[in-house]
């Protein structure tokens, strides 16, 4: 794996944002804003292929400390707001999401609805708690898509694709939403509030 990242072949080379230790780092925020090491929710679309490695990679995660893992799968909007009551009315400490383009798509919806149910969840892109959303903790894209921007520039003055690396995402930010915090009822800990690149005081 290392291997094929740092010589693609062929014409293949940029950047990923793919990280293996992102979901136990997730899974870290979770237990800082809520302790206690009870059932952690997880909604994701099973229709999307890189969920079940992300999945498997916070499984492996929660067994270090046997914290039991409950997946609701949602393949439409309406299972995205059913996977949230489900998980609040489970008695989860807490949901973290496994992003893709259905979850994106209802960013809004679901911190309604973590409001509404008052559960924390942990998203994987600032753009949910800008949205509304409690706290996210994932690859800082801007830094991501600057660095394509570069790939592009060198390939344009001539360096050859197979002469790149695949990039693997070394910029991480923590963005936390005060006010969704105050909305459920939660208390961010100092230690997170000193270690978020963002607070937001306000939803978007």
């Keep these: 794996m290392i291997n094929s990242l740092s010589r693609p072949g062929g014409n293949v080379t940029g950047v990923t944002s793919e990280a293996s230790d992102v979901m136990g780092k997730r899974l870290q925020v979770l237990n800082e804003l809520v302790p206690g090491k009870r059932t952690v929710a997880v909604l994701m679309n099973p229709d999307t292929p890189f969920s079940s490695q992300a999945l498997r990679e916070l499984k492996a995660a929660a067994a270090e400390t046997a914290q039991p893992i409950q997946v609701f799968e949602a393949r439409n909007a309406d299972q995205v ?32 609805r973590a409001i509404t149910t008052r559960l924390p969840i942990v998203y994987g892109s600032r753009a949910f708690p800008e949205a509304g959303g409690l706290i996210s903790y994932g690859v800082d894209r801007r830094q991501m898509y600057r660095r394509a921007a570069e790939y592009v520039d060198m390939i344009l003055k001539g360096t050859k694709p197979a002469e790149l690396p695949v990039e693997q995402p070394t910029k991480f930010e923590l963005v936390i939403n005060l006010k969704a915090a105050k909305a459920i009822g939660l208390e961010v800990p100092e230690k997170l509030l000193a270690l978020a690149d963002e607070v937001i005081e306000s939803s978007g």
């Design 81 to 112: 707001v059913t996977g949230v009551d489900g998980a609040a009315q489970g008695g989860a400490a807490g949901l973290i999401t496994l992003e893709d383009a259905l979850l994106a798509s209802t960013r809004r919806q679901i911190a309604e």
